[in-house]
């Protein structure tokens, strides 16, 4: 079970730190992502890190937002800062075993287990 937290109401340029917890699965032996959807559109991938460490986002999020793990608390971290309006989404956390190639990084398929999502909304 993946459990999200840390969404809200923030400015534009404002900062979020978005959690994902879980039970039963075991991060450091996963690859976790983060995917978002905004309304009315698909969900779509955000950042990802592999269950090496080694991490990668996508080009809309990049150089504002940082994947990060920390194995004692079993918990996955995204750092969103410089956000915009277009950061406004329901974001989700999804789990893999192993280590994900890239070329599955990005596909909602490659994920077995999901979070219920938590809402970030930013104001302009």
């Known amino acids: 079970q993946l459990v999200e937290s840390g969404g809200g109401l923030v400015q534009a340029g404002g900062s979020l730190r978005l959690s994902c917890a879980a039970s039963g699965r075991t991060f450091s032996r996963s690859t976790v992502a983060w995917f978002r959807q905004a309304a009315g559109k698909e969900r779509e991938y955000v950042a990802a890190i592999r269950s090496d460490g080694s991490t990668a986002s996508s080009a809309s999020v990049k150089g504002r937002f940082t994947i990060a793990r920390d194995n004692a608390k079993n918990t996955v971290y995204l750092q969103m800062n410089s956000l915009n309006p277009e950061d406004t989404a329901v974001y989700y956390c999804?789990?893999?075993?192993?280590?994900?190639?890239?070329?599955?990084?990005?596909?909602?398929?490659?994920?077995?287990?999901w979070g219920q999502g938590t809402q970030v909304t930013v104001s302009s």
């Open positions: 999804a789990a893999a075993g192993g280590r994900l190639i890239t070329s599955r990084l990005t596909s909602l398929s490659s994920y077995g287990d």
